[in-house]
């Protein structure tokens, strides 16, 4: 392009990068460079950090976009994408997922992953507009798995001889049956289904357990006893009726037990 000067007129020849100036004045010559700020690639600023199963990664993870020497470059507003890299668990990353940078930075706020694992890391790419930048890769984070607790409440006192019965516990989202087990089997024993019946063997205190298994995204929950009396059956005496005759030998007395219990 020209411009007009008090002493003549003065051009610039060359590419955006570089011009060659020269004046009408044959004795003057100028060459100047210009420094462009061009995006060449992308950096992880906030890493992800281990999270729980499906809830949000923080703090939140940002990703820069660098020229060549690593400059931020923040005029940049071009869309950066996160999407996973290493997947040991085939897991599904939610959230939003592409953002546009803001000063050079893409922030994103409420990324999670559905499926427990360790070793997930993810990959920054922004292919538009081109040419697209060089992808960058997080470190490496886990996504742990979710805890389950057990709701199972005390059975009612008891008295040996009752019949054997039945009991019931809530588990965690795992999906695995609670199962029940004696803790005292001198007392009480389980059997049938998961070990929900309950049958008395004696007197005293029997205390059942309570468990359920874990899986790819959650723990085992914690065990958890619940006791309860047994009390002492009782035992009925009823004396045998008798008679005799006057002045004679009393005869044998009788009594008869009721109450025992197999």
């Given at each position: 392009?020209?411009?007009?000067?008090?002493?003549?007129?003065?051009?610039?020849?060359?590419?955006?990068?570089?011009?060659?100036?020269?004046?009408?004045?044959?004795?003057?010559?100028?060459?100047?460079?210009?420094?462009?700020?061009?995006?060449?690639?992308?950096?992880?600023?906030?890493?992800?950090?281990?999270?729980?199963?499906?809830?949000?990664?923080?703090?939140?993870?940002?990703?820069?976009?660098?020229?060549?020497?690593?400059?931020?470059?923040?005029?940049?507003?071009?869309?950066?994408?996160?999407?996973?890299?290493?997947?040991?668990?085939?897991?599904?990353?939610?959230?939003?997922?592409?953002?546009?940078?803001?000063?050079?930075?893409?922030?994103?706020?409420?990324?999670?992953?559905?499926?427990?694992?360790?070793?997930?890391?993810?990959?920054?790419?922004?292919?538009?507009?081109?040419?697209?930048?060089?992808?960058?890769?997080?470190?490496?984070?886990?996504?742990?798995?979710?805890?389950?607790?057990?709701?199972?409440?005390?059975?009612?006192?008891?008295?040996?001889?009752?019949?054997?019965?039945?009991?019931?516990?809530?588990g965690g989202a795992s999906g695995n049956a609670v199962t029940f087990s004696s803790q005292t089997p001198l007392i009480c024993t389980t059997s049938?289904?998961?070990?929900?019946?309950?049958?008395?063997?004696?007197?005293?205190?029997?205390?059942?357990?309570?468990?359920?298994?874990?899986?790819?995204?959650?723990?085992?929950?914690?065990?958890?006893?619940?006791?309860?009396?047994?009390?002492?059956?009782?035992?009925?005496?009823?004396?045998?009726?008798?008679?005799?005759?006057?002045?004679?030998?009393?005869?044998?007395?009788?009594?008869?037990?009721?109450?025992?219990?197999?």
């Amino acid at each position: 392009s020209g411009s007009s000067t008090a002493g003549g007129t003065t051009t610039c020849t060359g590419t955006a990068s570089s011009c060659n100036f020269s004046h009408n004045n044959k004795d003057q010559s100028l060459t100047a460079t210009f420094n462009t700020v061009v995006a060449t690639k992308l950096a992880f600023g906030a890493q992800p950090t281990n999270t729980n199963k499906d809830a949000a990664v923080t703090p939140a993870v940002t990703v820069r976009i660098l020229d060549a020497s690593s400059n931020l470059v923040t005029s940049s507003t071009r869309s950066v994408t996160l999407a996973i890299g290493t997947n040991p668990s085939s897991g599904t990353l939610a959230g939003t997922t592409t953002v546009a940078a803001v000063g050079g930075i893409a922030t994103f706020s409420n990324l999670s992953i559905n499926n427990a694992g360790n070793g997930y890391t993810l990959v920054a790419s922004s292919a538009l507009p081109t040419p697209a930048l060089t992808t960058a890769t997080s470190t490496v984070f886990n996504i742990n798995k979710l805890a389950q607790t057990i709701t199972f409440g005390a059975p009612v006192t008891k008295t040996y001889g009752d019949a054997p019965f039945v009991v019931s516990a809530t588990g965690g989202a795992s999906g695995n049956a609670v199962t029940f087990s004696s803790q005292t089997p001198l007392i009480c024993t389980t059997s049938g289904t998961n070990g929900s019946t309950v049958t008395i063997l004696a007197a005293g205190t029997c205390t059942i357990r309570a468990s359920q298994l874990g899986n790819s995204n959650y723990n085992a929950a914690n065990n958890v006893d619940q006791s309860f009396t047994v009390n002492k059956a009782t035992l009925t005496v009823t004396a045998d009726n008798q008679s005799r005759a006057y002045n004679a030998a009393n005869p044998t007395l009788t009594a008869t037990i009721s109450g025992f219990a197999n």
